[in-house]
């Protein structure tokens, strides 16, 4: 084995020895001169050993030929695989930071959205229909909601079978129109009418953002039913004593009229039993009319009105019973709950028969019938306040001064003496509220008076 091993070196240094010399002696010839530069002090020497430094510090840090050009970041919508399509030289960067090159999704940006509307009950009048909306928030909870400022609304309406239409030319729009409320003063009587609001907006947010245009939702619809051109409504009834074989009943009539020209007029008078309501002489001996000088606020004059209610004030009905039944706790602390109670009470009662031939009762109390009274237990509310039963009594005190100043205008005795009895009932119950203690001489002064 050694012997073999001797021959292959043998044989290697006989093809291969003037290489390995070569090699040798070029090896010590570097050694020595890098001795000889390191320890040298010439200019040429220390020039060389700088462009050394410069060049090994470049290899550290890079140049900008040899750096790749900066990766210019993508949207957050753009996956890896186009940044490394359009930026070749992020190929070669380490996977480790391949992640870094995409930003982080970011949340998409809140809707703009509108408040939906809600129409509430319709008011009617004789005259007009009221009509108040609210706003409501919208399903979507994170949605920033359109500037206020730029609300505005169509209101539609519908006659019976007829088609929808929109009430006026333009929108009702803010501020003109912020506590959400019309009146619908164009109607006929006796006629139902439907109602909806088609709201939008002039946010540029809402119109760019999410919608195509600038309208939101349609609301819910309401429906109202206007009433005749009449209301009717009486006070103070009395019977006065006749001549005749029977009594025959009085009573103050208030009615109101829609009129098409004047618009909403009113007349008081009293009228007795038998007589077409709306119907009286203009002056005393005269025939009696249904057209009477009134009025006219639209028309700020007075006109001719024709009053005939084509009524008839058929009989009138003092001091019948009438029998109510309420609920009422009987309190406690271990309160059984409401117990149905009844009360009966004086009435007056006035039947007048319309113009459809019907008669109608209208009922005046002598006091105010009895309401529920639970106890808080069982959905009763607290006690009233001192303030709220002040309130309450003043307005008591001014129903009955009202009652009472009217019927001391009569001409009859009876009515005179009735208001007497009031007037002193007022200074006996009520001398501590305000109405009576304004005029508490003059009430004063008709209770002294001796009536013939």
Known sequence: MQETSAQGLKGALLRHGEKYACGILLLIFVGYAVM?????????????????????????????????????????HESVEQVYAVTPWAASIPTVYKGELVKKAEPPPKTVAMPSVRLLEPVVSIDRIDLTWTLEEPKDKAATLADPATYYYYLE?????????????????????????????????KTSYAYRILPGTKDPKYITRDN??????????????????????????????????????SVWITIEKFDAVAGRVMERKVQKEGEKIGWWPATEGAPATSKHPTWSARLRRTVDV??????????????QAYTYEYKKCPGGFNCPGPMPTKDTMKINEI????????????????REPF?????PQHGGGAEMTAEERKRKREEEAQSKLGEADQLWVSS??????????????????????????????????????KVE
């Open 36 to 76: 000889g530069l390191g320890a040298s002090d010439e200019p040429e020497v220390q020039k060389l050993k700088q462009v050394t430094a410069q060049f090994q510090q470049k290899a550290q840090v890079g140049t900008p030929e040899l750096n790749p050009p900066p990766i210019e970041r993508k949207a957050h």
């Open 157 to 189: 309406r519908k006659k019976e079978d007829e088609e929808w239409q929109r009430l006026g030319r333009e929108p009702l729009t803010f501020p003109e129109n912020k506590n959400m409320k019309y009146q619908d003063q164009d109607i006929q009587p």
């Open 212 to 249: 195509k245009s600038e309208l939101g939702r349609m609301s819910n619809e309401v429906t109202a039913r206007t009433e005749t051109i009449w209301k009717i409504s009486f006070a103070n009834p009395i019977k006065t004593e006749s001549l005749e074989e029977d009594t025959i009943g």
């Open 306 to 319: 024709d009053f005939d209610t084509k009524f008839v004030l058929k009989l009138i009905r003092m001091g």
């Open 351 to 366: 039947h007048y028969v319309t113009e459809e031939g019907k008669t109608e009762i209208y009922r005046i109390f002598s």
């Open 371 to 375: 309401a529920d009274q639970l106890c």
């Open 412 to 449: 009859a005795r009876t009515d005179k003496l009735k208001a007497q009895r009031i007037y002193r009932d007022l200074l006996k119950d009520y001398s501590d509220t305000d109405p009576v203690q304004r005029r508490k001489s003059h009430i004063e002064d008709r209770v002294n008076v």
